[in-house]
C-alpha cells in the first residue's frame, strides 16, 4: 500500500473522454462503449520521484443536469484534471474557463495555473499518460 494517497478529480463536457481517460491510466484498456458517468472512481498506483503513489481518480458527470452534485467531488482534492474535446473549440473556450472559476470557489487550496513555467515540471507525467492513452 502506498504511502502518499492524492485525489485526482477530473472535469469536463459529458462525452469528451474523461472516463476513457481514467479507465486507460487505472485499468490499462479502453472502453469499447460509452456509458455516461455520474460518478465513478478509480484507483492508480504510481510511482513519482521515486515514491510509490495511491492515485483515486474521480469521475464526474459532464451533464448539466449534475451541476449540482459535481461540487460534492471536490473536498479533499489535490488534483483537478479539465477536459476538453478537441474538434469542439467551445468545449475549451467556455467550460474550461467555467471549470477554472468553480474550482477556486469549491477548492480555494488547489492551486490553478495557466502560467506555461509550469508546464516542463509535469512534462514526463504528461507524455507518459499520452502514451499509454496512444496504445489504444
Not at 471536490?74 to 484534471?81: A, F
Not at 478537441?86 to 488547489?110: F, G, H, M, R, W
Given at each position: 500500500?502506498?504511502?502518499?494517497?492524492?485525489?485526482?478529480?477530473?472535469?469536463?463536457?459529458?462525452?469528451?473522454?474523461?472516463?476513457?481517460?481514467?479507465?486507460?491510466?487505472?485499468?490499462?484498456?479502453?472502453?469499447?462503449?460509452?456509458?455516461?458517468?455520474?460518478?465513478?472512481?478509480?484507483?492508480?498506483?504510481?510511482?513519482?520521484?521515486?515514491?510509490?503513489v495511491e492515485l483515486a481518480l474521480w469521475d464526474t458527470a459532464g451533464q448539466e443536469d449534475y451541476d449540482r452534485l459535481r461540487p460534492l467531488s471536490y473536498p479533499?482534492?489535490?488534483?483537478?484534471?479539465?477536459?476538453?474535446?478537441?474538434?469542439?473549440?467551445?468545449?475549451?473556450?467556455?467550460?474550461?474557463?467555467?471549470?477554472?472559476?468553480?474550482?477556486?470557489?469549491?477548492?480555494?487550496?488547489?492551486?490553478?495555473?495557466?502560467?506555461?513555467?509550469?508546464?516542463?515540471?509535469?512534462?514526463?507525467?504528461?507524455?507518459?499518460?499520452?502514451?499509454?492513452?496512444?496504445?489504444?
Amino acid at each position: 500500500m502506498a504511502a502518499i494517497r492524492k485525489k485526482l478529480v477530473i472535469v469536463g463536457d459529458g462525452a469528451c473522454g474523461k472516463t476513457c481517460l481514467l479507465i486507460v491510466f487505472s485499468k490499462d484498456q479502453f472502453p469499447e462503449v460509452y456509458v455516461p458517468t455520474v460518478f465513478e472512481n478509480y484507483v492508480a498506483d504510481i510511482e513519482v520521484d521515486g515514491k510509490q503513489v495511491e492515485l483515486a481518480l474521480w469521475d464526474t458527470a459532464g451533464q448539466e443536469d449534475y451541476d449540482r452534485l459535481r461540487p460534492l467531488s471536490y473536498p479533499d482534492t489535490d488534483v483537478i484534471l479539465m477536459c476538453f474535446s478537441i474538434d469542439s473549440p467551445d468545449s475549451l473556450e467556455e467550460n474550461v474557463s467555467s471549470s477554472c472559476n468553480k474550482t477556486k470557489d469549491y477548492c480555494s487550496d488547489a492551486p490553478v495555473s495557466h502560467e506555461h513555467s509550469s508546464a516542463p515540471r509535469f512534462a514526463f507525467k504528461a507524455s507518459f499518460f499520452a502514451d499509454k492513452v496512444r496504445r489504444f
